[in-house]
Structures are given as structure tokens and as C-alpha cells.
């Protein structure tokens, strides 16, 4: 018996391929709603336990080493995995098993992968991005997909002992989930198994994913730069990406990349290197970049009021993927400046990170506004690091005791918009994640831009919009 612990997306999709190859399963949630909707066949369990007979428990990918589950289950014996790990073994199983190409890091992983796939997909290939992005790996392996570009969360990584991708890259590694992996060695650990594969990729300007990728096991090692690439690299020289590692020779030039500035020519070249570590030709690389447009929620126009851009970045969830977001910004519009929107929960990350990204773009901000449940420690950090910056505090969408949660980004855009000139943007990138006021990271970025439209639309006589 199979225990799936968790009725999310990855936990029915797990519950489902384990159903149609014959297992007997079980699935747990606390939510009676996704209990309700679990497949045809699957037993389900209000709580947590661990039904007599449980083999095996898939866990979901948020659910730490010392949850009591897990801790009951090691009591008893049992193996604890993740989705992604229940993919690869069902995958292994198979006369031709999928490829899997494995995309992670604290910022840039959905950027990279989606990028991948695109360029695999141009090849030719039965390629698929699935994992983190939102599609489970288990349902790409259950499809047939015959190459998948793999994002994976430290989280799922933890969980997937006996992954060893075709080709993995660590994008960079930042403070982020500590709370969950009790600090940052934990966090990199989980990480560096991106690496096991035989081609091991990293961006080598992160010291840290550097030195991952200095002591991976991999038969090939592979570095990504935004300087000139030395051999076995991938980086910039004279404005073009120049894959020096698989001799690829020129790729495109670093001005046609979307997203631009620094964060998305790494993603590119990362992308790049995986593609040719699967023997994807230069050309089809060349192609598929060039007409490259990221999804939504990532450093996404999302409207132009009285001069104004608004941008979407709600995927920027910790303090280097915001940093990137607020350098994205001067490449994109050289001499605007920003208003930051940021806050949410921090996820055992200092504050401080924020004060000093503030301090380090403070000639470019024209302010911030800040949201979310950890406004606290946030607005002490800017009060230390940068006070002569203007901030403005959102208490709307505080809804502890409240029966019907209220929206604080009408409150918050209205108050960016304030602090904004002509020429300026407004900025969401959180830092932070998006549960204390919002369903997810998606439903943050369509409530700003809902807010955003709300702005633009003119008022009436009687003062309604």
C-alpha cells in the first residue's frame, strides 16, 4: 500500500498513475474540499495517519523532515519520497526511460526550464517542462514524454534520493527556505543533487553554486558566466553568448534575450548548456532564445498609468530574485527609477536581506511600499539600511479573525503610484511568499494587476470607478 500525504496537484497526480499501474493507494489531506476531489479509487483520510500496511508514503513537496508524519513513518520503518522521486523510479522502469535534464536554484529556475523546453521542443524533441513549474513530473512520465526539462524545488530535491539527471544546473544559490532545512548548508545540500548526473552545470559568478559545482561528481563539469567563457564554459563575449564548453561557437547576441539584463542571459546560457549536453544543435538554440517570451508573474508589464509602468514580478518569492527583479529594471528602462512592493511571509530569511538590497538600489528606488504578514521586520530593516527612503505600510489584508480576507493591493498600488513620477515603475517583487494574504504566487501577481486596471479606469462624476 501506497500512502499519498497531500491531495494537491503533485499528490493527485502521484494518487492517479499509482492507481492506473495497479497500486493500492490511499490518500491524506486535512482539506475535506480536496479530499472530495481525489480520483475514482483512492481511499481518503482526514488527518495525517499512516493507514496499517503503508509500504510507502509520498509526501508533498512543502512537508519538512520533522513533520510528525515523517517522523512516524521513519519510527515505523516506512520510506518517505517525493513525487519527482516516484516519477524517476516509474520512469526507470521502463525498456527506454525518459531523459531528464534538471533545472534549480534559489532564482531562475521557471525561466530556465521554460526556456529549455522551448529549445528541446524546437529541436524536434518530445520534450515537456514539468515539475516545480506547475506540471508534475509523474504525469510527464506517465505520458511518454521522451525528454523532460525538470524544475525542482530544494524541497522536492530532498525528497528524491536517487535522481541522477542526464544534465542538472544550479543556477545560484541565496538565503531562502531556511526554516525548512534548518540553514544553509542543509539548503545547499539539497541543492548540489542537481549534480549527480554526468553533466553538471552551475553559474559559477554565485560563489556558492560554484563551489557545488567544483565538488559534484559529475564526469563533466560545465560553468555559465556573464564574462568570457574560459573552456568547458558557456558565457558573454563582445555581446554574444559563446558556448566554449560543446563547441557551439556564437549563439545569438545577449541584446535579443528576453528577459534582459544580467538574471536572463544567465538563465539563457544555463538553458543553452543543458540543451547541448543532450547534443542539441547551435542553430536550434539560436532560434528557439531568440523568440523566447517568459510566462507570466516574471518582470511582466502589466499597464502604464499617467506615465507609469507597472510590473508583475510575483514569482520573485525570496531576497535574489527580487535583487534581480530591481536590476532588471535599469536594463530594461535606463534612468527610471523603481517603487518597490514587498512583503509577504519570509520564510525564516532576515529581514536585513531587504534592508540592504534597498540600501544597495537606493539611487534607483523612488520608494516602497510594503505588504504581507512580516511588515515588522521589514520596515525596521529599511528604517536601519536606507532611512531616507520613502516608505509607505499597507495594514489592509491583515486577516487573522477575519471571515472574508480584504485585498491589499488596491491600497498598495494606489499608494506606489503615489510615490511614482512620470517615466518610473512600480515594482512587485515580494521577496517573500504569497500564503498570509494570497492563494499563491500567481494570485498575488493577477491581484496587482487587477488593481493596476482598477487605477487606470476612469473615475465617474460621482466619484466611483
Known amino acids: 500500500m501506497v500512502l499519498v500525504a497531500g491531495a494537491g496537484v503533485s499528490g493527485i497526480a502521484a494518487a492517479e498513475v499509482l492507481?492506473?499501474?495497479?497500486?493500492?493507494?490511499?490518500?491524506?489531506d486535512d482539506d475535506p474540499a480536496k479530499l472530495a476531489a481525489?480520483?475514482?479509487?483512492?481511499?481518503?483520510?482526514?488527518?495525517?495517519?499512516?493507514?496499517?500496511?503503508?509500504?510507502?508514503?509520498?509526501?508533498?513537496?512543502?512537508?519538512?523532515?520533522?513533520?510528525?508524519?515523517?517522523a512516524a513513518a521513519a519510527a515505523r520503518g516506512i520510506e518517505v519520497i517525493g513525487e519527482p522521486e516516484l516519477a524517476w523510479r516509474l520512469g526507470a522502469a521502463r525498456e527506454r526511460p525518459p531523459v531528464w535534464?534538471?533545472?534549480?536554484?534559489?532564482?531562475?529556475?521557471?525561466?530556465?526550464?521554460?526556456?529549455?523546453?522551448?529549445?528541446?521542443?524546437?529541436?524536434?524533441?518530445?520534450?515537456?517542462?514539468?515539475?516545480?513549474?506547475?506540471y508534475p513530473v509523474v504525469s510527464a512520465v506517465a505520458a511518454g514524454h521522451a525528454v523532460l526539462a525538470v524544475e525542482l524545488s530544494s524541497f522536492q530535491l530532498h525528497w528524491s534520493p536517487s535522481v541522477r539527471p542526464a544534465a542538472g544546473v544550479v543556477l545560484n544559490v541565496a538565503e531562502d527556505h531556511l526554516d525548512w532545512h534548518g540553514g544553509m548548508d542543509g539548503y545547499a545540500a539539497a541543492k548540489a543533487r542537481a549534480l549527480l548526473g554526468d553533466v553538471a552545470v552551475a553559474g559559477i559568478d554565485d560563489p556558492v553554486a560554484a563551489g557545488l559545482l567544483a565538488d559534484a561528481p559529475a564526469r563533466k563539469r560545465i560553468g555559465v558566466t556573464l564574462a568570457e567563457p574560459g573552456p568547458d564554459q558557456l558565457g558573454v563575449r563582445d555581446g554574444m553568448l559563446l558556448d566554449r564548453a560543446f563547441g557551439g561557437g556564437e549563439l545569438l547576441p545577449a541584446a535579443a534575450v528576453v528577459p534582459a539584463g544580467p538574471p536572463g542571459i544567465t538563465d539563457a546560457l544555463a538553458a543553452a548548456a543543458l540543451a547541448r549536453a543532450h547534443g542539441v544543435p547551435a542553430v536550434a538554440i539560436r532560434e528557439a532564445l531568440a523568440g523566447f517570451a517568459p510566462g507570466p508573474h516574471r518582470s511582466a508589464p502589466v499597464g502604464r498609468v499617467a506615465g507609469v509602468t507597472f510590473?508583475?514580478?510575483?514569482?520573485?518569492?525570496?531576497?535574489?530574485?527580487?535583487?534581480?527583479?530591481?536590476?532588471?529594471?535599469?536594463?530594461?528602462?535606463?534612468?527610471?527609477?523603481?517603487?518597490w512592493v514587498v512583503g509577504g511571509l519570509l520564510k525564516g530569511v532576515s529581514a536585513d536581506a531587504l534592508g540592504e538590497l534597498a540600501?544597495?538600489?537606493?539611487?534607483?528606488?523612488?520608494?516602497?511600499?510594503?505588504i504581507g504578514a512580516d511588515r515588522a521586520p521589514i520596515l525596521?530593516?529599511?528604517?536601519?539600511?536606507?532611512?531616507?527612503?520613502?516608505?509607505?505600510?499597507?495594514?489592509?489584508?491583515?486577516?487573522?479573525?477575519?471571515?472574508?480576507?480584504?485585498?491589499?493591493?488596491?491600497?498598495?498600488?494606489?499608494?506606489?503610484a503615489e510615490l511614482a513620477g512620470t517615466g518610473d515603475v512600480v515594482l512587485l517583487a515580494p521577496?517573500?511568499?504569497?500564503?498570509?494574504?494570497?492563494?499563491?504566487?500567481?494570485?498575488?501577481?493577477?491581484?496587482?494587476?487587477?488593481?493596476?486596471?482598477?487605477?487606470?479606469?476612469?473615475?465617474?462624476?460621482?466619484?466611483?470607478?
Do not use: W
Not at 41 to 68: F, K, N, Q, Y
Not at 311 to 338: C, E, M
Not at 359 to 370: C, E, I, K, P, T
Open 19 to 28: 492507481g492506473a499501474a495497479g497500486a493500492a493507494v490511499t490518500v491524506s
Open 359 to 370: 540600501r544597495r538600489h537606493d539611487a534607483h528606488l523612488a520608494g516602497v511600499v510594503v
Open 38 to 70: 481525489l480520483p475514482e479509487g483512492a481511499g481518503g483520510l482526514p488527518s495525517a495517519e499512516i493507514p496499517e500496511g503503508t509500504e510507502v508514503v509520498v509526501t508533498s513537496p512543502g512537508r519538512p523532515p520533522d513533520h510528525p508524519l515523517v
Open 101 to 134: 535534464l534538471v533545472v534549480t536554484g534559489t532564482n531562475g529556475k521557471t525561466t530556465t526550464t521554460e526556456m529549455l523546453a522551448a529549445i528541446l521542443r524546437g529541436a524536434g524533441e518530445d520534450a515537456v517542462a514539468c515539475g516545480n513549474i506547475g
Open 311 to 339: 510590473v508583475d514580478d510575483s514569482k520573485a518569492t525570496n531576497p535574489h530574485a527580487a535583487d534581480a527583479a530591481l536590476a532588471a529594471v535599469a536594463a530594461r528602462a535606463p534612468g527610471a527609477r523603481a517603487v
Open 380 to 416: 525596521d530593516a529599511l528604517a536601519r539600511h536606507a532611512p531616507d527612503l520613502p516608505v509607505r505600510e499597507v495594514e489592509t489584508g491583515d486577516h487573522e479573525g477575519m471571515q472574508t480576507p480584504v485585498d491589499p493591493m488596491p491600497e498598495a498600488v494606489r499608494r506606489a
Open 431 to 465: 521577496a517573500a511568499a504569497s500564503m498570509d494574504q494570497f492563494r499563491d504566487y500567481a494570485h498575488r501577481g493577477d491581484a496587482f494587476a487587477g488593481a493596476v486596471r482598477d487605477l487606470a479606469a476612469p473615475t465617474t462624476a460621482g466619484g466611483r470607478r
